[in-house]
C-alpha cells in the first residue's frame, strides 16, 4: 500500500518504479496463473504449450476459455473467434490510457499495448490518473506482472499433473474471484454509490445476455459497454 500511495503522490519514471507498483497484480496472478496452469494441463495441453499461451496470448479469461475449448474438441476458428470477442474489451482499455501515453512514438506504444489486461490497465489507471507516463515506467509494470502470469502458469501445469478433480480445488472460481478483487476496492470515496450502480448495471446486463445467448462473447463486450455508459452518464 505504502508503494501505491507514493506513485500516486508524483509521477513514476523509471522502470524500477513499475517493477516495483506492479506488487498487487503480481500478488494476484501468482494463484491465478497457477490454477490456469493446473485447469489447462487437466485439458491436455503440454507444458510447453501452456507456457507459449501465457507468453503470446497472455489474457487470463481468454486462456482460460481457450483451454476449456480446446478440451472440448472444439474447432480452431470457434476458439479464435470466442477469445476475440472476449478480448475486444481491450480496444477501450487502450483508448482510456491515451492521455498518458499519446507523447510517446507510435512503435512505444505498440510495444505497451501487449502489456495490457484488465489488472495492469487497473493499476495504471489509477496510478497515472491521466498525467504522461514514462514508457520505461509502463513497460516496468507490464514486464513484472507477465513475467509472473508466465512463472505461475508454468508451476501450475507442472502440478497439474497430479490433480484429479480440480472442481473440489476451487480453482474454476479463481478467475472470477480475481475480478471480484479488483472491483470492491473501486466502491470508496464520495462517489462509490455511483460506482455501484455502474457495476451492477454491467452485471446486470452480462447475466441477461448470457441467459439469453449462451456462450456468446459479445456479452462481457456490452456489459463493459453499458457500465461504462452508464458511469459516464453519472459523472
Not at 109 to 117: F, Q, R, S
Not at 168 to 179: I, K, Q, R, S, T
Request: proline fraction near 5%; glycine fraction near 10%.
Amino acid at each position: 500500500m505504502a508503494t501505491l500511495e507514493t506513485a500516486l503522490s508524483r509521477t513514476p519514471t523509471s522502470f524500477l518504479d513499475g517493477v516495483r507498483s506492479a506488487g498487487p497484480v503480481v500478488l494476484g496472478y501468482l494463484p491465478i496463473g497457477f490454477a490456469f496452469g493446473v485447469l489447462a494441463r487437466t485439458t491436455g495441453l503440454t507444458i510447453a504449450e501452456i507456457a507459449l499461451m501465457s507468453l503470446l496470448v497472455y489474457a487470463g479469461s481468454a486462456q482460460f476459455i481457450g483451454a476449456a475449448m480446446i478440451g472440448a474438441g472444439a474447432a480452431a476458428p470457434a476458439i479464435i473467434s470466442t477469445t476475440f470477442l472476449v478480448n475486444l474489451r481491450h480496444l477501450l482499455m487502450s483508448t482510456a490510457l491515451v492521455p498518458s501515453l499519446k507523447q510517446n512514438p507510435p512503435w512505444q506504444n505498440c510495444l505497451l499495448a501487449y502489456g495490457i489486461t484488465d489488472e495492469t490497465f487497473a493499476l495504471n489507471s489509477s496510478l497515472l490518473q491521466g498525467r504522461p507516463a514514462s514508457p520505461a515506467f509502463v513497460a516496468g509494470v507490464h514486464v513484472a506482472s507477465q513475467s509472473a502470469w508466465v512463472l505461475a502458469s508454468m508451476a501450475g501445469a507442472l502440478a497439474g499433473q497430479l490433480a484429479v478433480n480440480t472442481e473440489a480445488l476451487g480453482l474454476d472460481f479463481a478467475l472470477p474471484a480475481m475480478f471480484i478483487g479488483l472491483l470492491v476496492p473501486h466502491f470508496s470515496g464520495a462517489e462509490r454509490a455511483k460506482k455501484a450502480v455502474s457495476a451492477l448495471t454491467a452485471a446486470a446486463f452480462a447475466l441477461g445476455a448470457l441467459l439469453l445467448y449462451p456462450g456468446s462473447g459479445w456479452a462481457i463486450i456490452g456489459a463493459t459497454l453499458a457500465g461504462a455508459t452508464v458511469g459516464v452518464l453519472l459523472k
